[in-house]
């Protein structure tokens, strides 16, 4: 079946770095793949959606200039998260849809010190 | 809210036991998903049943799903240690090709 690939698993970074997030469909191509943000315990938020080849369409109160989206090919999505803060440190997922059904990255734990 | 609501929250049973795990949601829906999700990992797609579905069946698994009462119901038979994780269901909202998810159930299964 579908795999999406996310890298890295897990990430520790000390405040005010950048963090990037690759999300990869493996064997398929995905115009579009979707970020979430998951705290402990609770549900996936969607952040944004990633378009290939145009601007990501982001959830209302998701700052853009924050989580920087790129979509430069068919088969991966970039999320970085710029000048990291503690409030910043979640659980990510990135995942694609491929006939009908959607597949998820396997996640990235950031942790920011 | 949109999105499907889980019940319970947490559930703990024995091994061998069935889990029963609900989900309920408030608006028309495509479709409804579960999913299942170990700590810190991603989801694993476990049952899709569409809006004109009553009941689906995969391996221990059964979904149900009443449309009338906007609730579906996620069966696991004859639970192993195995498979102790967090269930979430995911609805399609009408016009929507974008699941949004609850809270979801945290399972675990004691050997």
């Known amino acids: 079946g579908a795999v999406v690939s996310q890298h890295p698993s897990w990430v520790i970074c000390k405040s005010g770095t950048s963090v990037k997030i690759e999300c990869r469909s493996l064997d398929f191509q995905a115009t579009t793949m979707f970020w979430y943000r998951q705290f402990p315990k609770q549900s996936l938020m969607l952040m944004a959606t990633s378009n290939e080849g145009s601007k990501a369409t982001y959830e209302q109160g998701v700052e853009k200039d924050k989580f920087l989206i790129n979509h430069a090919s068919l088969t991966l999505s970039t999320l970085t998260v710029t000048s990291a803060h503690p409030e910043d440190s979640s659980f990510y997922i990135c995942s694609a849809i491929f006939a009908d059904r959607w597949f998820f990255g396997s996640g990235t734990q950031l942790s920011v010190l | 809210s949109q999105q499907g609501e889980e019940d319970p929250q947490a559930l703990s049973i024995q091994e061998g036991e069935n889990a029963t795990m609900n989900c309920s949601y408030k608006t028309s829906i495509n479709n409804l998903q579960w999913y299942r999700q170990n700590s810190g990992r991603g989801l694993v797609h476990l049952i899709l049943i569409r809006s004109n579905e009553r009941e689906k069946h995969s391996g221990r698994l059964r979904v149900t799903l009443d449309t009338s009462k906007k609730s579906s119901s996620l069966l696991i038979t004859a639970s192993r240690a195995a498979d102790t994780a967090s269930y979430f269901c995911?609805?399609?909202?009408?016009?929507?090709?974008?699941?949004?998810f609850g809270r979801g159930t945290s399972l675990i299964v004691h050997p």
């Open positions: 995911a609805i399609n909202p009408g016009g929507s090709y974008i699941p949004t």
